[in-house]
């Protein structure tokens, strides 16, 4: 536990200091979201003093109507009974490659379309496939800073993984160091979010042209995390089907698979259920290790009739119903989903100046020379202190984050803030918060 000398903290300095001490956790400032919660959650508990909650990636929006509806009508039609189809609903199926169209103007067949259990069980089945390729290519690169999970993900699959950390490799930059990773020979996949959780950099048409055009030259797959589609603000990306669209990998290579997460874009995070699309090229490839393992040497069968299959049997009926009927407002123009939710970018961009105007800085502030979106996250640093000192400190002022320590990030003095579970009303608190921490700590 670090010594707190100022005791004059905006949460009582005793029970915080109790609370910390009996949760058992070595570093408070390492934890994981998880850990951040609970001890939060207790703190409140016991003071009736409400947080700046910003450790969770959890959306603060109520989910879209037409995918309640839908889901309530399935139900009632007594899809429950009925084992789903792994390869998922065939008209969920063909809204996802009308959504690919319409936003990243790529061409899908829906056979390449596959509804999984959140992006996090497309991950963990593409880590797993894309592992069983090549016995030469046993290992995954992860541009980091990353979602911490898919790490996890790595360790429970018991694979191997590579990372490094994008701040310094920006723009051209980005070519010489993947290229260092994949000229080794042993990286099956790359993988990245984009925007990225946790800093909320978005790759420019040149690093996504420069990870294409390297995946090609290597022989390796890119998979394109999706989780915040749509929520660079800065470009509106909501009319369907017309320019601009969500920058994408597809745009440059056709050896990708991506991952479309409803949880943010939709806040559907509750029903657990998100997109896969593979290119057609790839879905179809076929491989010689997959044929010796399953008999069948198709990517994309393997990925569906094999891993999907072993790992959940498809996605719950309701729930590809209530998705398919907002992809099709969505597609048909009569919902728009950017509309709902670039209430994110609003929140952050005040939050953000709240920060900057008491003393902290912003850490990863820059898309090659263009200012960082506004979004659901952003990352920010107090001057002389590391991220994991600063995260325990701010639990004394009623602030919670986590800390980039364990995102891969290498700018150990960061936090990562989730704008989400802020609302309008607790700005006035944060500001107060802020202001005294910054006065006790100048
Ligand atoms: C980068 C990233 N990928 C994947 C996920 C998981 O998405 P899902 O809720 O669809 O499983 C998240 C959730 O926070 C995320 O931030």
Redesign the pocket.
């Known amino acids: 536990m670090i010594e707190i000398q100022n005791k004059n903290t905006s949460i009582d300095y005793q029970t915080v200091a109790e609370k910390i001490k009996n949760s058992g956790l070595k570093t408070v400032g390492r934890s994981s979201i998880r850990e951040i919660v609970r001890l939060v959650n207790e703190i409140e508990q016991a003071t009736g003093e409400k947080f700046i909650r910003m450790e969770m990636?959890v959306p603060g929006l109520a989910p879209p109507e037409v995918g309640t509806q839908a889901e309530i009508e399935a139900l009632k039609a007594g899809v429950a009974s009925k084992y789903p189809m792994i390869e998922g609903v065939a008209h969920l199926k063909d809204e996802i490659a009308r959504f690919v169209k319409n936003f990243l103007d790529i061409d899908v067949s829906r056979n390449s379309c596959i509804p999984t259990?959140?992006?996090?069980?497309?991950?963990f089945g593409a880590f797993l496939l894309t592992s069983l390729l090549d016995s030469k290519k046993d290992t995954i690169l992860f541009i980091d800073p990353?979602?911490p999970?898919?790490k996890q993900q790595m360790d429970v699959l018991g694979l191997k993984s590579e990372a490094f950390d994008v701040y310094n490799f920006r723009g051209e930059a980005l070519r010489e160091k993947l290229e260092s990773y994949l000229k080794k020979g042993n990286i099956s996949a790359i993988l990245y979010?984009n925007p990225?959780?946790p800093s909320w950099i978005c790759f420019t048409d040149t690093e996504l042209k420069i990870i294409a055009d390297l995946a090609k030259q290597y022989d390796v797959i890119v998979m394109e995390?999706l989780?915040?589609f749509a929520m660079d603000f800065r470009k509106d990306y909501s009319v369907p089907g017309q320019a601009p669209y969500q920058p994408t990998v597809a745009k440059y290579t056709d050896n990708w698979l991506m991952?479309i997460?409803?949880?943010?874009s939709f806040s559907y995070?509750g029903q657990?259920v998100?997109m896969m699309v593979i290119s057609d090229t790839l879905f179809s490839r076929e491989y010689r290790t997959l044929e010796a393992k399953f008999g069948n040497p198709s990517f994309g069968y393997n990925m569906i009739y094999k891993v999907l299959y072993a790992l959940s049997s498809g996605v719950s009926h309701a729930p590809q119903y209530g998705l398919a009927a907002m992809l099709k407002a969505v597609n048909d123009g009569k919902y728009d989903f950017v509309a709902e939710i670039r209430e994110y970018g609003e929140r952050a961009a005040i939050m953000k100046r709240l920060f900057t105007d008491n003393g902290f800085k912003i850490v990863y502030d820059k898309d090659e020379n263009e200012p960082l979106a506004d979004g659901f996250y952003f990352t920010f640093s107090y001057p002389g202190m590391d991220g994991v000192e600063l995260l325990e400190r701010l639990i004394y002022y009623g602030i919670s984050a986590i800390s980039l320590a364990i995102t891969g990030s290498e700018r150990v003095e960061g936090l990562r803030a989730c704008v989400s579970q802020t609302q309008r009303s607790q700005f006035e608190a944060l500001e107060q918060r802020l202001r005294l921490f910054n006065q006790n700590h100048k």
């Open positions: 990636g259990v959140g992006s996090m069980q497309g991950s990353g979602f999970v898919q979010s990225n959780n995390d989780a915040y991952f997460s409803s949880s943010k995070a657990r998100g």
